[in-house]
């Protein structure tokens, strides 16, 4: 930011703030609700973590501060948490820009459909988000072991392989399983947002587009649907960089806790062994910080793409 | 050709009377686009429904189907079996059904309508004025969603208990309306609301809070509905396990959780019907709200006109 040319001292600064809020009263009362609840419920115990992180704190002793203790192993002691951060990395390059783009389209593709059927669609595609953990139990007999599973019978009688592929329990596969089971669960609330985003464009601006030239509907897409659509999108980014980076629980219920040889482990996998297995909640709570920051840091990256869209 | 001008007078005309058929064509749509778009939502539409479909075939097998492996989609002899046994099991729990029916409702109710009223109360400031903190405030939520819930558990376990809020119904509902997932999806939708809508309500004489219900909440509704089944769902589906031991206080998600997992009577593959049963309930429930929110969105579209 450039810097003011004439300077403004402390003091008028404070008047000047103070009269803004006195201004905007009534909209502190309106705030105060969910921000003292919010306080309370998130930050509080988000900071109450963070300073765990500098700690031994086990739960049951009283927490001793030791500094950057934690951190120090996780990144020189730990080599299981190296593979976490590699196959975290993995996973969320694919799942991350794959779901998210897929969403969309799927979205974009709904809303020029009829409308009747376009909102079965998205009961359709949003469905297994609200089915939950009971979706996790079709992929299993899905990617099951057994040379009759699923996708086993499926590759065979294609002629692709000969032999049955152990997909939940070969290292070399569990993390493709990983990484599909993923993908299929990844029409969650970024959809839903896509889709009561796109219908809350205003036809007025398809019209004028049209009057400006647009011919296709891929211009109509990138000049007039997504510029109109920036908040939503963004909401989509924060949505899926935090469920990208966030894959854990699918792994555990597929190919069990641990994965074969780590295979699959993830940065999130590694901070519930500590955190509510091990109960060295410091030692956790380090991993919390540390995947905290890699989010924010992701979260940069996309605002900087998603400023170019439609330019 | 109609000039510019012209077709502005007739969209300021329609405008009054509510009509939002486009009367310009949209930019062309070429036949075999729409086939390839057909085809390919088609399939995807399979794939994603695909693990709902084996849910429900699952409920309805009789038990000499059920463990067939690979599993059948088509059920050879649907039966209503798994239903009819999961509700005499209910019939006969200490704690009467109804009683968890009715702690559930009350927490999703009292959850569900508290949250949205208080963030979206929250949300419209933050996304459509600046005062002293309010860019600070928008960051901290934000960041909020990126942090993991494993480890801030014991710290809210400690407030929880602190606040005396412990085996009761509020241990569920007062933490779940301090959930930033919906507060931010609506922020994002209210920052689209043009300014100039706000400034004539507010030379009319209206208060924030006034023009918050009556502007703002009917424009953003999509954003409210989408909030709203969000917050439902983690409500319907919490089963407070780790704050409500006394069994009269719990709710119905928990039973069913017990159930599924053979802890109420009887264990085993016996219950593997009655499980998917209450898979197929549980989901049910949701989507039916779903349902009739999606029905409720179709007919709040015209109130989109009133964006610039």
Not at chain 2, 120 to 128: E, F, M, N
Not at chain 2, 145 to 159: C, D, G, K, Q, R
């Amino acid at each position: 930011m450039a810097k003011p040319k004439y300077q403004i001292s402390f003091k008028r600064r404070v008047q000047l703030t103070l009269r803004d809020m006195k201004r905007s009263v009534p909209l502190y009362v309106m705030i105060a609700p969910f921000m003292i609840l919010f306080a309370i419920f998130v930050v509080y115990p988000v900071l109450k973590a963070v300073w765990y992180s500098f700690t031994d704190y086990n739960v049951l002793e009283a927490a001793n501060f030791v500094g950057l203790e934690n951190y120090r192993k996780l990144f020189l002691d730990d080599s299981i948490f190296i593979t976490a951060i590699k196959n975290t990395f993995i996973i969320a390059v694919i799942v991350g820009p794959g779901g998210y783009i897929l969403s969309f389209l799927l979205a974009w593709m709904i809303n020029e459909l009829p409308h009747t059927i376009g909102s079965v669609l998205t009961v359709i595609f949003y469905a297994p988000s609200m089915a939950g953990s009971a979706v996790i139990t079709v992929f299993a007999q899905i990617f099951s072991n057994d040379s009759n599973g699923y996708l086993n019978a499926a590759l065979r009688n294609l002629g692709i392989t000969q032999e049955a592929i152990l997909w939940l329990s070969d290292e070399d596969y569990v993390i493709v399983v990983v990484i599909l089971a993923s993908l299929w669960m990844s029409m969650g609330v970024g959809f839903l947002s896509f889709v009561a985003g796109i219908k809350g464009v205003d036809e007025a601006q398809y019209e004028a587009g049209a009057i400006d030239g647009i011919r296709n509907r891929w211009q109509e897409l990138w000049y007039v649907t997504l510029p109109n659509m920036k908040p939503q999108l963004l909401f989509g980014a924060v949505m899926t960089i935090t469920s990208s980076l966030s894959v854990g629980g699918v792994g555990d219920s597929l190919v069990g806790f641990p994965s074969p040889n780590y295979a699959s482990h993830t940065i999130v996998n590694h901070l519930n062994d500590y955190g509510s297995i091990r109960m060295e909640m410091g030692y956790a709570s380090a991993i919390a910080v540390i995947l905290f920051f890699l989010m924010i840091f992701a979260n940069m990256l996309i605002q900087k793409l998603l400023r170019k869209v439609g330019t | 050709m109609e000039t510019i001008n012209n077709l502005y007078q007739k969209y300021l005309k329609r405008k009054k009377t509510n009509d939002f058929t486009p009367f310009v064509k949209k930019s062309q749509r070429s036949f075999w686009g729409n086939v390839i778009l057909g085809l390919f939502l088609l399939l995807m539409g399979f794939t994603f429904f695909f693990p709902v479909i084996y849910m429900v075939s699952q409920s309805l097998k009789p038990m000499n189907e059920m463990f067939i492996f690979p599993p059948r989609i088509l059920v050879s002899n649907p039966t209503l079996d798994n239903y009819r046994d999961f509700v005499n099991v209910l019939a006969n729990t200490v704690v009467p059904v109804t009683r968890s029916l009715f702690n559930s409702a009350f927490v999703v109710v009292i959850g569900s309508v508290g949250h949205i009223v208080i963030a979206s109360l929250c949300a419209y400031p933050l996304a459509k004025y600046r005062f002293p903190g309010s860019a600070f405030c928008n960051q901290l939520i934000v960041y909020s969603l990126m942090f993991n819930a494993t480890v801030t558990m014991i710290p809210n376990f400690l407030t929880i208990a602190g606040l005396g809020m412990l085996d009761t119904q509020w241990a569920i509902i007062i933490p779940g309306f301090a959930s930033t997932l919906g507060l931010y999806l609506m922020k994002n939708f209210m920052e689209q609301i043009p300014d100039s809508l706000m400034e004539a309500a507010q030379i009319d004489g209206a208060g924030y809070v006034r023009i918050h219900f009556t502007i703002v909440m009917p424009v953003v509704k999509p954003a409210l509905v989408t909030a709203f089944i969000l917050v439902f769902q983690s409500f319907w589906t919490n089963t407070g396990d780790k704050f409500i031991y006394t069994e009269a206080n719990k709710g119905f998600a928990y039973v069913v959780q017990q159930l599924a997992s053979g802890k109420v009577s009887g264990v085993g593959s016996s219950y593997a019907g009655i499980s998917s049963a209450s898979a197929v309930i549980m989901f049910a429930v949701p989507l039916v709200v779903f349902l009739i929110m999606q029905n409720n969105v179709v007919s709040t579209m015209a109130t989109s006109g009133m964006k610039e």
